[in-house]
């Protein structure tokens, strides 16, 4: 089970704009699941928390989190902005791969603007 009440066995992100709802593929931009308080950033920190315990997989040594296209785009952003202790597990080298996404971000004045 991926959120505490244990009765919730999938995360339901909104995905289509509608009266109560401005953003399409809300999950995208770390949005919380519609029927659970869980934003799509959290469920990969605890994805990623659960795979980097030294007592559930020892010989682990990396993980490659990849995403293509919208899937770039929640990687990018979510590696950008998590503050997951897994992130500091120096036992298990972890990588974002970012593929294609709509939009890149930039975190200094190198940005080509035209």
Request: aromatic share 12%; hydrophobic share 40%; net charge neutral.
């Amino acid at each position: 089970k991926m959120y505490e009440d244990n009765k919730t066995e999938f995360l339901i992100w909104q995905d289509k704009t509608d009266a109560n709802h401005s953003l399409s593929h809300s999950w995208r931009y770390g949005a919380d699941a519609i029927n659970a308080p869980l934003s799509s950033y959290e469920a990969l920190d605890r994805l990623l928390e659960f795979l980097v315990s030294p007592f559930r997989f020892p010989s682990l040594q990396q993980i490659s989190v990849a995403g293509h296209s919208a899937g770039g785009q929640v990687v990018q952003r979510w590696a950008l902005l998590s503050n997951s202790f897994a992130f500091n597990e120096t036992r298990v080298e972890i990588r974002a791969v970012v593929a294609n996404p709509r939009s890149y971000c930039y975190l200094d004045k190198r940005r080509i603007l035209s």
